[in-house]
């Protein structure tokens, strides 16, 4: 991972302006991604992964507005882009690889077609023998065979694993320096899943280019991620490497991910330990943190006033007073003990 700041997050904030009233799908969010790094943007359905990637790549849609905050690409402001400047950023320098292969691929044009679309529309000096031939090292840099003959098929004659490969073909065509995957693999089984993990920790390490991988799936973060951010109701709940995440969760709501999931290496059979409650209401979010009603270590001031991300060890952030609370304790038991 290199120490060079590609995409710089600073307290954004999109909400969705519907007939019932303002929904803050992402409410001042932060995280830098540097060169050659893979983030992996972790929590349930709902929590605004989704919505933050759209906003950073410019493609999100009425009634949904960023109302705060910046997004930084390499120094250039990218909310303050012209839409010409939006498009070359998308493809240019960005590339990214969405949940249903199936409904982004048109099924009406050859994959060759769309590959070649894909790079044509953003480099218009490529003849069209060398987008194709362009096009075919794609497809057989994602591990798909007989490139040649593939190209001229329709997405229907593809399986959803080759769809997937396609997609991942077409976002990376234009070499771009960062790759937003959102859930790439929740459509595929498990043995293709893997697959296209592989492939992925594969082309990263080839290319150099840094990925934002988006998942409700803990397992597939600890195969592939550098740093993971945990997300809920729009906030960064817990931020930090992989092993800071796994084995020393510092929020309660990371801690409550990790308990609900079933350990393989455990020899004796324990009950998996739901995280009680529902998910919040986003346009009647709480006051103060927004697990604080499900929390199992809620405190007054927890209803009433949002904790902030504060550093509990090198790089690992956690929004959760308990960490002041813990602070003051340590603090008082020394005092004592100079007593």
Aim: with cysteine.
């Amino acid at each position: 991972m290199s120490d060079k700041v590609l995409l710089d997050v600073k307290d954004l904030k999109v909400s969705f302006f519907t007939h019932a009233g303002e929904v803050k799908a992402v409410d001042g969010i932060s995280y830098q991604i540097h060169e050659n790094e893979v983030m992996g943007i972790v929590g349930e359905s709902g929590s605004g992964k989704s919505v933050e990637a759209y906003s950073i790549m410019g493609l999100l849609q009425s009634p949904g507005k960023v109302i705060g905050g910046s997004v930084t690409f390499e120094g250039e402001d990218v909310l303050a882009y012209t839409e010409e400047q939006r498009r070359q950023f998308r493809g240019q320098r960005t590339g990214m690889i969405f949940q249903n292969p199936m409904t982004c691929l048109n099924p009406v044009y050859t994959i060759g077609d769309q590959l070649m679309e894909a790079l044509t529309c953003h480099d218009k000096s490529i003849s069209k023998e060398e987008a194709k031939k362009r096009a075919i090292e794609m497809l057989e840099l994602v591990g798909i065979n007989n490139a040649d003959k593939r190209i001229e098929q329709y997405p229907h004659e593809f399986s959803g694993g080759m769809r997937q490969r396609a997609m991942i073909a077409m976002a990376m065509i234009c070499r771009p320096k960062l790759l937003i995957a959102d859930e790439p693999t929740t459509a595929l089984d498990v043995t293709i899943q893997a697959q296209i993990l592989d492939l992925m920790r594969d082309l990263q390490k080839k290319t150099g280019m840094a990925i934002i991988f988006i998942t409700h799936n803990l397992g597939v973060v600890a195969e592939i991620c550098d740093r993971v951010s945990v997300m809920y109701a729009g906030h960064i709940m817990e931020q930090g490497s992989v092993d800071d995440i796994f084995y020393s969760p510092a929020h309660p709501y990371t801690d409550g991910l990790m308990r609900s999931m079933p350990n393989l290496d455990e020899k004796e059979r324990t009950r998996l330990i739901p995280i009680e409650g529902t998910p919040v209401d986003l346009l009647d979010p709480p006051k103060g943190c927004s697990f604080g009603p499900r929390c199992e270590h809620c405190m007054k001031i927890c209803l009433t006033k949002k904790p902030p991300l504060m550093e509990v060890g090198d790089g690992h952030l956690s929004a959760c007073w308990l960490h002041i609370k813990e602070f003051r304790d340590r603090k008082k038991l020394a005092k004592e003990g100079e007593v």
